[in-house]
């Protein structure tokens, strides 16, 4: 099995050197990452800028790496149709994300954003996140991943659909199970704050805190609150079909 | 009624200047744009920098607007959470952009995702492209977002459903109608172009050229093809419903 590996907390996050020490158990390995850290950049890519390209070891020469001048997607598509196209990976992987990616916030996750990329081109992927801001442990997260990618070849799911999985920040031993759930609800309260520059211009920092939304107990919000591993089916067909019919009565 | 335009080709493009002149003879508009060009920039938003903001007059001092240093996304938020907290918006319409917004490629979009950042602030939300990279006349595209405004305002959405309305470049009386669409596939050949910088290092160009995949007659795409506008309701819960039951005897 050959394993693609990409995240968006940039080449030298731990994550995906946690990744990388689980999986290339089971797989051989390439990582293809940005070079920098690209949090909430969703599916952004790069037009209008050239996109560099070069190799990187991570921490130890066992573990080199293409670092990448670019978003998660750029990541992924310079993978899949330029650097791989004679050695195509049978799954991707993206993550272990430093902290949560539920509900609505996943639209700006570019570790989320990665996977999406990577079933656009047809193969199985998984996000992974760990439920911690905190500096914490990504083995319990990364054994994980490993459990799911070995439960997903064997499976067969639907094209167009990938996995988004997050992990309490927990020990293995006192996760409280693992729930297949829906996308819940996510809002900010005061997220942006005023200030003025030394020139006198104006800028915002956003930032804000979680606020507590109602969210269903199926949802994978509860379920990490819950300290449950919460793997959610993610598909990206943005038609809202059930509503068609209606609108051709509108008679624009 | 009061309108908040916005767009991902930049404060000064004509697409949303168009929108402006045609949408200002029904509403009172705000306007909450880019500084410059942030094209495919999908949903990022700016977490690690701060957003500088002040106000541009966009060629005459009629058209005054907020200029912002962020995406898309960074402007309605910014928009609605800061700017225009006691002065709502009734809608948003993001554009016109210079460009199609069909298919998979709206993963991607500045323009389809500062809606979708709309819609999940709950306004109702309209997505604007003109199907031409060349210059062409962005007045027909305006008038048929004001049609779809007025009815828009008359009719009940559900929530978190917005409309991605692609436009053939065509003049208004050369229109073949207008099509209730869902979302085509649209795939892209020889992405990457491979190249050396001076000082020797490899980088690569992402562009490529859109590759004729298989549409439904009923799709975005092929009703831009075919001469008519397009109209897509597009929902953003990612879940995919239909496998979560199959996926709970995986036994993890």
């Given at each position: 099995m050959h394993i693609l590996l990409t995240n968006d907390d940039g080449i030298n996050a731990p994550g995906i050197k946690a990744l990388w020490l689980e999986l290339s158990q089971i797989a051989r390995i390439t990582v293809v990452a940005p070079d920098s850290e690209k949090s909430a950049s969703s599916q952004a890519i790069t037009v209008h800028h050239p996109i560099w390209v070069d190799t990187h070891c991570i921490d130890t020469p066992a573990i080199c790496a293409w670092r990448v001048g670019g978003t998660p997607t750029d990541c992924v598509k310079v993978a899949l149709e330029a650097l791989l196209t004679d050695d195509r990976p049978d799954i991707i992987v993206s993550g272990i994300n430093h902290g949560s990616n539920l509900g609505t916030d996943i639209l700006y996750s570019g570790t989320v954003s990665a996977a999406i990329e990577g079933a656009l081109h047809g193969l199985p992927a998984i996000a992974m996140s760990l439920d911690s801001w905190q500096p914490f442990d990504f083995m319990p997260a990364a054994k994980m991943a490993r459990k799911i990618v070995e439960k997903m070849v064997t499976k067969c799911l639907p094209p167009n659909t990938l996995l988004n999985v997050n992990v309490p920040a927990l020990k293995e031993e006192q996760f409280k199970g693992i729930a297949v759930t829906k996308l819940g609800v996510r809002s900010y309260e005061n997220t942006f704050e005023r200030r003025q520059d030394p020139r006198g211009r104006i800028y915002y920092w956003m930032s804000g805190k979680v606020s507590e939304s109602e969210n269903d107990p199926d949802t994978d919000i509860i379920a990490v609150k819950n300290g449950r591993v919460s793997i959610t089916p993610i598909h990206f067909?943005?038609?809202?079909?059930?509503?068609i019919k209606a609108m051709e009565t509108w008679e624009l």
């Open positions: 067909d943005l038609t809202n079909y059930g509503i």
